[in-house]
C-alpha cells in the first residue's frame, strides 16, 4: 500500500512561484516507480504536469509540453519526498494539484495509468 500526501498549496499572485511537496509512505521503492503530478481546476479534466520515473537505475523526467517549462519535478535524497517547483505562474495554473504513483514504469501521463493518489492541495493565482 502507498500513501500519499500533498503540502504546499496556497495562494500567490500572478508571477509568483510556489513548490509543493509529496510525502510518500510505502513498503519499498518499488512500490512507487511512477511518481507524478496532475492537477484539476473546476468543471475540466484532470491533465498531467510532470512525472519522474525510475529505468535502468537511472532517473527520467518529463514534464507537459504546455506549461513551457515553468514547472519541474524533483525528488529528495530520500527519495521519498517529491516536489514540483513551480514558478512564474499563472490564473489559469489554479487547480487543485494531485500526486499520483504507480509500481509500474508509466511513460506517459495518463490519468488512469496511475494506482495510487494524495488528497490533493489547492492552489489559487490571482491576478
Known amino acids: 500500500q502507498v500513501r500519499l500526501v500533498e503540502s504546499g498549496g496556497g495562494s500567490v499572485q500572478t508571477g509568483g512561484t510556489l513548490r509543493l511537496s509529496c510525502t510518500v509512505t510505502?513498503?519499498?521503492?518499488?512500490?512507487?516507480?511512477?511518481v507524478a503530478w496532475f492537477r484539476q481546476a473546476p468543471g475540466q479534466e484532470r491533465e498531467g504536469v510532470a512525472m519522474?520515473?525510475?529505468?535502468?537505475?537511472?532517473?527520467?523526467?518529463m514534464d507537459s509540453d504546455s506549461l513551457k517549462g515553468r514547472f519541474t519535478i524533483s525528488q529528495d535524497a530520500s527519495k521519498k519526498v517529491f516536489y514540483l517547483q513551480m514558478n512564474t505562474l499563472r490564473p489559469e495554473d489554479t487547480a487543485m494539484y494531485y500526486c499520483?504513483?504507480?509500481?509500474?514504469?508509466?511513460?506517459?501521463?495518463?490519468?488512469?495509468?496511475?494506482?495510487?493518489w494524495g488528497q490533493g492541495t489547492q492552489v489559487t493565482i490571482s491576478s
Open positions: 499520483a504513483a504507480s509500481p509500474h514504469l508509466r511513460r506517459t501521463l495518463h490519468s488512469p495509468d496511475f494506482e495510487y
Open positions: 519522474i520515473w525510475k529505468y535502468n537505475d537511472k532517473t527520467f523526467y
Open positions: 510505502a513498503t519499498s521503492y518499488a512500490d512507487y516507480h511512477t
